[in-house]
Every structure is written in C-alpha cells, then in structure tokens.
C-alpha cells in the first residue's frame, strides 16, 4: 500500500525544491523516469501484514488474483487522469496547493491530522519489525481481542526497543536509512517472490487446482475459528483502488508528479503497483495459507511467516521492510508535529513525538491487525481535500468562484474548505465506527461530497 | 564495478529466486535453500552499495 518507501529522488521530488514555486521547465523529468521511482514504492512493510489479512478475512484466491488486478488498473487510471493533469498544470506540492485554497492555518490543521496517521502507519510497521525481531528469541505475537489489548510483556518490550532505535534514527535524519531502502528494494521485491513460493512448496502445490485446495483449506480452518467472514471480489477491487486514496484521490502525490513534462507520468506507479500490491499481496497472502497448512496457526504474525518460509532471508527482509517504511514515516510525522512547537524548540522535537506515538501505536498489536481498515480510514480522511482541490482547478472558472481562494484574498483559515472537508469526514467516520461500514466504501463517497459542498458552498459565499 | 554488478544480480536472481523454484520443483532441500538464500542476501548487501553509489 502505502508508500512510504521512500528514495533520494524520490524524496528529493516530494519535498526538498521548489516548495513554493512552481517546477521549472528545466527540472522537469520524462514519464519514463516516473516508472522507476515508484518501482520499490508499493513493496513495504505494509505488505507482509496486508497480503495474510486478505486469506484472514475469507478472501477467494481467484477472487483476490482478479479484484487486486482490477483495483490497481483503476489506481493507476486514478493517478493518470486525476492527479496528473493538475500536477502538470500547476506544478505545486500538495501543500503549497492547499495553503492558496484553504489558508496557511487551516493547512497546519490538514497537517497535524496526517502526522497523526501517518505515526499509525509507522506503529503497525514497529510491530511489524518487531514480530521479525522476537523470533530467533522465541518472543511470539499474539493479537488480543481488545483493539487496546496487549500481547506479552516481552514482545512489548521488543516494540520499544524497536521503536526507541528507529525515532533516534529519524530524528536524525533519513538520508541513510532512505539510502539503504534503496539498496534494499529490489533485494526485497525478490525476496517477496521467493517467499511465495516457497509457501506453494510447503504446501506441496503441483497444480492450480491443488493450490485453490489448499488456500480454500486455509479459509475454512480460519472460519472454523473466528467463525464466517466474507471479503468478497468487490471488497477486493475497492480495496486495491482506494488503499492508497490519500495519494491519489487526496493529490499527496501532486507532490512527485509536478517534476512531470506530461500527464503520462501518471503511469508511473504501474509497475510499483504490480510489484507490490499484486505479486507482494498474494505471495505474502500464500506465506499464511502454508503456516495454516502445518501448523493451524491462523495468526497473521510477519517475522513468524517469513522465518517460516525462507529462514534467515525472511527475517531480515521483514525487519528492513519495517524498518524502511517506518522511518521516512516517523520523519514525515515529525515534520507535520513540527509546527505544534515553538520556533525555539529543537530541530527534532516533532519527530520525537511522532516516534513515542507511534511506538504507543505498535504496543497494541491489534491496530496492525486493523490495517485493511486503517488504510481506508486514511483514503476516507485524506482524500477529500483532493475533491477540494480538483473542483478548485477545474470549476471555479466554470462556475465562477474564486479559484485559489485563501491566495486571492488574503485569508489564512478558509472556513469553506474546513466545512467541505470536515462535514462529509465526519459522516464517513460516522459510518464506519457506528454502522460498521468498510472504510474503504467511504472514501468516493466522502470525495464526491466534499467536492460538490466546496462548490455549493463558495457559491452560495459568492452570492 | 561491473564484476560487482554481476555478483549482484546473479545474488538475488540465482541464489534466491531460481533457489526458491528449485526447491519448489524439488531438487533442492529445503534447509540448503535457507542456506543459499541466506547467501544470497549478504552477498547483495556486500555488492550493490559499490555500484550502486557509483550510477547515483
């Protein structure tokens, strides 16, 4: 999913030049080299909990294989003609693009929300590393029924640990890891595929037939357990779309794609996609059904799956992808929190306080659990300020509102925006915590009403 | 830089990638495949900074 995977370019790109201007022709970049950037993007520690999740939540192998293909066609359709034309139009981060619609304050406040996801995210990527790190102790990882329930003291102990090392690493600073992850994505894109199949091999695999066997085999035994669940093949499609809504839908990826000569840069995460949330997904989805195989054990524990499969390999492979997508996360977090002190205040206050919540995050092993429903919960928040931004560009000529409304008259806290993002979010939350809606239905939803509210109501400001 | 480049890419597409297929098809045991793959990783981590750091 989500890309935190984070290179030099690519970091260079999203945050280092140009904050407040737009990209000169000079720097711009061919669609070409878009594909290699996001290539290692989408293969993260995320992917060794999501992949499980699906074969957890009574996912079908042929359900998956087609409804993850279908959802990342219409992901990468979403990149190329949403995100893309206003990059190239505009050719502004995301941020600065928000500050001319909805003030400077009000971005402070978008910021601090996505600092408080994003040390979510790098939580579940502590638990993640940590799952990996307490197997050759013999520490296992339990998820208890309660989301603030606790496993045992000793696989706590390793998440502070762990989370402890990789804050001082961000806070001071991620060049190094950022190269590493570098170094480490196309080790770690082959790795995923070794692990699944040597989880086919495990299974003793010798046709597709035998395959679907073995993975409906693993479905009922997780059924006979936590009784009947259904993830079905639309759940699937809307999930592999909007997993990443903040980045799409959201335009978090304005960012990235301003450096574009043309819109086809919008096909820049195809392969990234594929790499990661297809062959990533399954292969990791795989690693689970074979452990269900030996052992019964329907727990969808990363570094536990992994020894399981490919031994010492797996390991350090889910250690490094944790470690590689936490880090840049914590920092970014950091960067959000950053505003909440004084100017007198250290360099690195914000990201220390971004890695002590996200260690508290990664204590409670059910929030990586949660993950399907968290990236949801994230593309529902998010993303409506995409909607915001998308009518802004393309209907406030049309319609005859002011387009960038905070720049052209001076205001800081644009109350349209904070109403048209906040009225359907609330909603959405709504929704999915009262009527146990899927959070990844609410985010279209949520989009397409923030849209419409922003224009009704600069209308109704105008007249 | 070249001989480094090689090794690297032999690490990950031999060493862990044919070493997974050869032991799904059988032909190599599965704890000689956690061995190799092992291999494998440290001689991809040992190799691809050099040349790697080069191309940047």
């Known amino acids: 999913m989500i ?33 290699g950037m996001y290539a290692g993007e989408h293969a993260a520690g995320t992917e060794f909990m999501i992949g499980p999740l699906f074969l957890a939540a009574g996912a079908s192998l042929k359900d998956l294989i087609l409804g993850l293909f279908i959802g990342n066609i219409l992901a990468i359709l979403t990149w190329r003609y949403i995100v893309a034309p206003i990059a190239v139009s505009k050719k502004l981060t995301l941020y600065y693009q928000l500050e001319k619609i909805a003030g400077k304050h009000l ?30 102790f013999d520490i296992s990882f339990s998820v208890p029924e309660s989301i603030f329930g606790l496993s045992s003291a000793a696989f706590s102990g390793i998440v502070i640990i762990v989370g402890i090392v990789m ?42 037939k035998s395959l679907l066997t073995e993975w409906d085999q693993g479905i009922s035994v997780v059924q006979s357990i936590n009784g009947k669940v259904d993830f079905g093949f639309w759940k699937i499609v809307i999930f592999a779309w909007l997993c990443n809504a903040a980045m799409h839908f959201g335009m978090s990826d304005l960012s990235i794609m301003r450096f574009a000569k043309d819109s086809r840069a919008g096909w820049g995460p195809s392969i990234g996609m594929f790499l990661g949330h ?29 020894w399981s499969v490919v031994g010492w390999t797996g390991i350090i492979c889910v250690i490094i992808a944790g470690w590689t997508t936490a880090n840049p996360t914590i920092y970014r977090a950091g960067l959000a929190f ?126 | 830089m070249k001989i480094l480049k090689l090794i690297s890419v032999l690490s990950i597409s031999v060493l862990i990638l044919l070493v997974g297929i050869l032991s799904f098809l059988g032909t190599i045991e599965v704890a000689n495949m956690k061995t190799l793959m092992l291999v494998g990783t440290i001689l991809w981590f040992a190799t691809t900074p050099f040349w790697m750091k080069e191309e940047e």
């Not at chain 1, 970091?11 to 990209?23: D, H, I, K, N, Y």
């Not at chain 1, 690493?169 to 692990?195: D, H, Q």
Request: with cysteine; aromatic share 12%.
């Open chain 1, 3 to 35: 890309q935190h995977n984070i290179d030099d370019d690519y970091e260079e790109l999203a945050v280092g030049e140009f904050e407040r201007t737009p990209v000169p022709k000079s720097r711009l970049k061919g669609w070409k080299s878009f594909l």
């Open chain 1, 278 to 306: 297809y062959m990533a997904w399954i292969c990791a989805s795989l690693m689970l059904a074979a452990q269900i195989k030996l052992t019964g054990d329907i727990s969808a524990n990363p570094g536990a799956l992994a």
């Open chain 1, 338 to 463: 950053q505003s909440l002190f004084s100017s007198k205040a250290k360099a690195y206050s914000g990201v220390i306080l971004a890695g002590v919540v996200a260690t508290v995050a990664g204590i409670f092993p059910t929030l990586s659990s949660k993950l399907l429903d968290f990236v949801g919960l994230y593309g529902t928040i998010l993303g409506p300020m995409g909607g915001v931004i998308f009518v802004n560009h393309y209907l406030a000529k049309k319609m005859g509102f002011t387009e960038d409304y905070a720049d052209e008259k001076g205001s800081s806290f644009n109350v349209a925006v904070l109403l048209a993002w906040t009225i359907p979010v609330a909603l959405g939350l709504y929704f999915i915590f009262a009527k146990g809606l899927f959070p990844a239905y609410a985010v279209i939803p949520c989009w397409i009403a923030s849209s419409v509210l922003y224009v009704l109501i600069m209308k109704l400001q105008k007249s």
């Open chain 1, 167 to 208: 804050t001082i690493v961000a806070a001071a600073g991620y060049n190094m890891v950022s190269k590493f992850a570098n170094i480490a994505a196309p080790w770690m894109i082959i790795v995923f595929a070794a692990c699944g199949i040597s989880a086919m091999s495990q299974m003793e695999v010798d046709s597709w």
């Open chain 1, 107 to 136: 971005v402070k406040v978008y910021n601090v929300v996505n600092g408080v996801l994003f040390c979510f995210l790098a939580g579940a990527m502590i638990t993640v590393s940590a799952s990996a790190v307490g197997v050759p």
